[in-house]
């Protein structure tokens, strides 16, 4: 039993007492931002970054995934009770939870809510620790050729997946591949687009881009909205009625299926998961008018795929080292500022790391139905910070965060100008998402076709010839045509209506 | 009383001794590093910098200024005020590299900057992956010379050491390797284990992979053998003269006055020469404290300068 020796491994990584404080901490931010609306887990990891630097590895990226499954549980929370969805992939359970609160279930949605993500991360978890080891096998045979094709599929289904407007998401990714070429080209050694501005040398920083495009821009985009907050429901008993348990099990087990797989695939995560699971749930129900008005399994399909969803996203990122989205990319930068590369070599070369943040995710989401379920009464209370005193602060931490990265004054005027630009997307409808992919993944593109292109002495049919590269490049060209498809669009677009 | 006019007669004493500096250091002082916390030249800074301030009686404060390959903080040093509170710990890559790839250099890393000391030096290590059919340096450049299409190699980019340092080994030994560059030595060593190239000139970034066996080491680019693999000969055993010495140095402002030079040299080599401090240098940077007097160490400088220079006008590497 090699899975079990590693998960054993794994626990004595994440159950020692400084890994299990920083996956408390994670745990404890992410259902507190989650709770918080206008603060999500890409603009708290965004903001955290710098402060990694001063951790070692493993518990510096327990703390930032416990930040990530942890605001899905917060985002829950705040759906329920006050119809605020502290999160975008708790929006859906809004429409059901919150009805449940008005019919007094309050109590039981939480508690539906907490078990649901509990054993769909528990699930996820175990897929994790099955589907790692042989896809990061697979994942040695990728060379350039094949690194270069799997960047374009990840680029395709950034767009494919994205919300909002096809012709806007694309626009977003050529943005982001603009961006990323900034600074001097690893080939011929050469700078672009610094125009002589030494700083610019090395290319803009991640953390710069992120924090401006989701963290300030977040700021910028809640300023302008009226407060409204309320935080007078009434949470009710938190057992569900034996009815309730029976209909949310199998709803439970759908959405953690679907989840689980949304989750891996390029550009999926919970948002995804969340959505499409809610959608599914409606259509496999026999009474789908219930839905809207209060169904249990409204509540417990959706929260439990955007809490697998949220895990099995790092599959891409463990075994690939290619982030599958923005959150995740956030989570390539921590790697990279701690001197460790993404990718298969990692479960090698680091397993304490690697069996560390998988097992850190089940004891993570132990801990958060801990945390959550008695704890609700007080983060509702949390609703009632103004933002005047939330907003000053976190911005005060933003400038410092980036300062210690490269002790460079230059690049707070940098984060402030991707602020700005980023509160223009917003007022523009454009997603900042798939422009973050496209400067991840875009010089890496580059690099790799360059040189795939040199290690074959010029000739391109390399992409082809090798059958991984080629089955990769097949699956960018289907997903481009199932765009252009009529049926799936409308798909696509009712998918992010719901 | 009798303390104040002790310390009063000493700081007069000091006064005529040295009329401009008597003080120093009468502030903290600054070593700026041109790459992020971690790397060898961090760790060789925060080292010396501890052991400097218990001495000196004043904050020795790192810095970290990164970008440009070391020009930003090379820059700021070059401009800063010649009185000792502002230096820098270069890499050779800094002050012997840099000059010839950038078309337009902010300072003159000769003329604008005084070394003050030397500080560490490494070599690299001629690894192959384990794949290629070679167990000595001999044969590898037989098989090199045979391979068509031509064996890659992998650097860590444009105009690094990595690459300068094979380019002046396939003049020498007159083979044809085709350069892969990767964003800096790590990626290149792991990609030469991956396989997707299959030389490497490997560094302390790759040291593991040498132990484990991933990669194949051949030979040294160093004066003298590695104490670490003694039974891998040097190049220049088979091409004489053939020599890639890493290293490191102390820099100050053009212009700080002779004796606070002379002060900071010898605080370093002071802190260089306590075992506990080689010590951490071998085991966190793989480094070897690196202790040369001023006219060897400029000498070492001009040497550099010249061998890269050459090198890169003949291959045509660039940073412009």
Redesign the interface.
């Known amino acids: 039993m090699e899975i079990l020796d590693n998960l054993i491994f794994g626990f004595g990584v994440s159950l020692s007492p400084q890994n299990i404080l920083f996956c408390f901490i994670g745990a404890m931010v992410g259902t507190l931002i989650g709770v918080l609306p206008g603060i999500g887990p890409l603009a708290t990891l965004a903001m955290l970054l710098p402060a990694t ?1 001063y951790l070692p590895p493993v518990p510096a990226l327990i703390m930032l995934a416990g930040i990530y499954y942890g605001a899905q549980y917060g985002g829950s929370t705040t759906a329920i009770l006050v119809n605020m969805p502290g999160e975008s992939s708790s929006v859906v359970t809004c429409l059901d939870g919150y009805q449940m609160a008005r019919n007094g279930r309050a109590g039981a949605a939480l508690a539906i809510a907490a078990l649901g993500s509990l054993f769909a991360g528990t699930v996820a978890t175990l897929l994790i620790a099955v589907a790692s080891p042989p896809l990061s096998r697979l994942a ?1 045979k990728f ?2 050729a094949e690194y270069f094709s799997l960047m374009v599929l990840g680029l395709v289904g950034s767009v494919v997946l994205a919300r909002g407007s096809l012709l806007k998401a694309v626009a977003m990714v050529f943005l982001g591949l603009l961006l990323g070429l900034v600074g ?8 672009r687009f610094t125009f ?1 501005i ?2 610019l ?2 290319g803009i920083g991640f953390v710069v881009v992120a924090m401006g495009l989701f963290g300030l821009a977040e700021i910028f985009a809640n300023l302008e909205k009226k407060e409204q907050r309320k935080a007078d429901a009434v949470i009710g008993s938190l057992m569900p009625t034996r009815e309730e348990f029976r209909r949310a099990i199998p709803a439970v087990l759908r959405g953690t299926t679907l989840g689980s797989i949304l989750g891996v695939l390029p550009g999926g995560g919970a948002l995804l998961a969340s959505f499409a699971a809610y959608a599914f749930e409606k259509k496999v129900s026999r009474n789908p008018e219930k839905f809207g008005h209060g169904a249990v399994e409204g509540v417990a399909a959706p929260e439990a795929a955007n809490n697998a969803g949220a895990q099995t996203s790092f599959i891409p990122l463990l075994t690939l080292g290619i982030p599958g989205n923005p959150v995740m990319a956030l989570m390539i930068g921590a790697m990279m500022i701690q ?1 460790i ?1 993404p ?1 298969p ?1 990692v479960m090698t ?1 680091q397993p304490e790391l690697f069996w560390g943040i998988i097992t850190s995710m089940w004891v993570g989401n132990l801990m958060l139905v801990i945390i959550n379920l008695p704890m609700i009464g007080m983060w509702v209370q949390l609703l009632k910070v103004p933002y005047r005193l939330l907003f000053p602060s976190i911005l005060l931490l933003c400038a410092v965060g980036v300062y210690s ?4 004054t230059f690049e707070i005027a940098l984060t402030a100008l991707f602020g700005l630009m980023g509160y223009v997307f917003y007022k523009l409808g454009c997603e900042p998402a798939p422009l973050v992919l496209g400067f991840i993944l875009g010089p890496l593109m580059e ?1 790799n076709l360059r ?1 795939a292109m ?2 074959s ?1 010029g000739d391109p049919l390399v992409f082809v010839q090798r059958p991984i590269s080629l089955v990769l490049l097949l699956m960018a060209v289907g997903l481009l045509l199932l765009v252009v498809l009529p049926t799936f669009r409308k798909t696509r677009e009712e998918a992010f209506k719901e | 009383m009798r303390l104040a006019v002790q310390i009063m007669l000493a700081a007069t004493a000091a006064l005529l001794a040295m009329p401009a500096q008597a003080q120093y250091p009468n502030k903290p002082i600054r070593i700026l590093v041109q790459i992020n916390p971690g790397g060898a030249p961090d760790i060789a800074a925060r080292l010396i910098a501890q052991k400097m301030a218990e001495s000196l009686g004043q904050p020795v404060v790192v810095e970290n200024k990164p970008g440009a390959h070391g020009n930003i903080a090379g820059d700021l040093v070059a401009k800063a005020a010649p009185d000792g509170s502002t230096l820098i710990l270069g890499a050779d890559s800094l002050i012997a590299i840099n000059p010839h790839i950038y078309a337009k250099m902010p300072f003159d890393t000769l003329k604008d900057l005084v070394p003050v000391a030397s500080v560490a030096s490494n070599q690299f290590f001629l690894s192959v992956n384990p794949s290629v059919p070679v167990k000595t340096f001999q044969e590898f450049i037989e098989y090199a010379r045979r391979a068509k299409p031509p064996l890659a190699f992998a650097s860590g980019g444009n105009g690094s050491q990595h690459q300068l340092g094979m380019e002046m080994l396939k003049q020498r030994a007159g083979i044809d390797l085709v350069h892969v560059p990767y964003r800096g030595g790590g990626l290149a060593g792991n990609a030469t284990v991956a396989g997707e190239t299959m030389v490497v000139l490997a560094g302390a970034s790759n040291a593991g992979l040498l132990k484990s066996g991933q990669l194949r080491g051949l030979a040294t680019t160093g004066k003298a053998r590695s104490p670490l693999f003694p039974d891998i000969p040097t190049i220049g055993e088979f091409y004489p003269g053939y020599e890639v010495t890493i290293w490191l140095g102390l820099f100050a402002p053009a212009g700080t006055p002779e004796p606070i030079v002379t002060k900071l040299r010898e605080e370093a080599y002071k802190a260089l020469s306590q075992q506990d401090l080689a010590q951490k240098l071998n085991v966190t940077g793989a480094l070897q404290p690196l202790i040369l007097t001023p006219p060897e160490f400029a000498a070492l400088i001009r040497s550099d300068h010249e061998k890269y220079g050459k090198i890169v006008k003949e291959v045509g590497a660039k940073a412009d």
């Open positions: 630097f040695l060379l350039a001097t080209d690893v080939n011929s050694g050469r700078e002589e030494p700083m040398g090395d001197g590369s990718g070599q070369q990265l490269n002790n460079s690099e040189r040199l290690l002495r």
